[in-house]
């Protein structure tokens, strides 16, 4: 067993320098792993680089410009062993289904590679019919829909959801979550702290301006979880979070957040087909239906 030392230095940090100075056993290895948002002490990660290393693996940013984002060249740089190159439509299709996971890209590029065969240039068809929609795009689509009440292609997107294998009770749990990001988009925007149409306004402009210029006040307003908190999502969430809460009173998402308990309680309790419950809940959302109770 290798134990830290429960005494030397001034505090804990300060006790885990002395025991890395002092040297590993030979049998042993380290492996430290910090994730989130909390950094290495600059102090201690020299310390560590003098008997390891230290390697940061940070999240890929996207770029406006295509030759320069890290992704897209890492991308092209394995493509290019096969001889092949990906159009940008395509890219940017495989980034948004693999939700911007590099290793799922990579995964799904073994298959599409091959999909390909003969020719040089991957396309958005071969995406679109290699790689399968991620979960969150699917939910995306049918509360985009919810929200612009276009019941024939919410229920379309039910369909395509329930039958790729997600549980009910995860697809109600996603609706949910969507549902009250949008009745916070509502409010806020109801109270002022976001002005503007956003209908008018594209993503860029609105990252750049009105996103960057939201008070921080306004975060503490809402729920502290980052789950559950519009404001602590990242920019696109948010902006299409704002722009379906102007299909919305705030008397239709009341009723959508009973209707979600009732469907919540049924799906845990009743006998009746989940696929059904959620299938009558996306029809309600849409149509604006109050819940039972209220009818």
Not at 41 to 57: D, H, M, S, T, Y
Not at 99 to 118: C, M
Request: aromatic share 6%.
């Amino acid at each position: 067993d290798v134990e830290v030392p429960s005494s030397g230095g001034g505090n804990d940090t300060g006790r885990f320098m002395d025991w890395i100075k002092s040297g590993l056993p030979p049998t042993a290895v380290l492996i430290l792993i910090i994730s989130g948002t909390i950094s290495l002490p600059a102090v201690l990660q020299e310390e560590i680089q003098k008997v390891g290393l230290v390697i940061n693996f940070e999240h890929l940013r996207s770029s406006y410009t295509l030759s320069r984002d890290p992704m897209f060249r890492a991308v092209s740089k394995h493509l290019a062993r096969f001889n092949k190159t990906i159009s940008p439509e395509a890219f940017s299709l495989l980034r948004e289904r693999c939700e911007n996971d590099l290793g799922r890209v990579f995964e799904e590029l073994e298959k599409l590679v091959p999909y390909a065969g003969d020719r040089n240039r991957i396309e958005e068809e071969d995406v679109d019919r290699v790689v399968p929609e991620s979960i969150s795009s699917r939910v995306f689509e049918l509360t985009d829909a919810i929200g612009g009440k276009d019941l024939s292609k919410a229920l379309k997107a039910l369909w395509q959801t329930l039958r790729s294998g997600e549980p009910p009770i995860k697809v109600h749990a996603l609706i949910t979550r969507q549902i009250r990001l949008i009745f916070q988009a509502k409010l806020i925007m109801q109270r002022g702290i976001i002005r503007g149409d956003m209908r008018m306004m594209d993503y860029r402009r609105f990252s750049e301006t009105v996103y960057r210029n939201i008070p921080d006040m306004a975060v503490n307003l809402l729920p502290s979880s980052r789950q559950y908190n519009l404001l602590k999502q990242k920019p696109f969430p948010l902006f299409q979070a704002l722009r379906l809460a102007d299909n919305f009173t705030i008397d239709e998402l009341k009723r959508d957040m009973e209707r979600l308990l009732e469907a919540d309680i049924a799906l845990k309790t009743s006998r009746a087909s989940p696929e059904l419950i959620l299938e009558e809940l996306v029809i309600d959302l849409c149509s604006g239906k109050e819940s039972k109770e209220g009818r």
